[in-house]
């Protein structure tokens, strides 16, 4: 998208030049399309580096974004715990078989009202 806003601009700005230089428009006119070429450019970065100072500013990135969901998904936790050691095999496997039991009774509960049921962490 800059690059073709960029070659938009620069050919824009370039015709308008050549046509002021043989007269075919008056300075006055060059100028105005200049500086609103520029003008647009200008506000185009001023909008991304908003939007890229805003993102960044609460960590929430696309890689940050999908981490944060896992750190509050049960599973992801339990993973992360039976990784690090924390957790045996069989420890590791009872808690998930609980947690998946959980997950497809909520999905019946809901499939049954038509309403989605409050969630709740296992013990």
């Known amino acids: 998208m800059l690059g073709m806003f960029l070659a938009f601009g620069a050919d ?6 050549v046509l002021w230089y043989v007269d075919a428009i008056p300075a006055s006119t060059a100028g105005q399309v200049a500086a609103a070429v520029l003008s647009v450019f200008l506000l185009w970065i001023a909008v991304r580096w908003g939007r890229l100072r805003r993102t960044r500013g609460t ?4 890689s940050d974004g999908s981490k ?10 339990l993973k992360r715990r039976y990784a690090d050691g924390e957790v045996s095999d069989e420890e590791f496997e009872r808690r998930l078989d609980r947690l998946l039991d959980a997950d497809s009774r909520l999905d019946a509960d809901e499939d049954a009202t038509g309403t989605a049921a409050p969630e709740r962490e296992p013990e």
């Open 59 to 62: 960590g929430a990135t696309v």
């Open 12 to 17: 824009t700005i370039l015709i308008v030049a």
């Open 68 to 77: 944060a969901d896992a750190e509050g998904d049960p599973v992801e936790r």
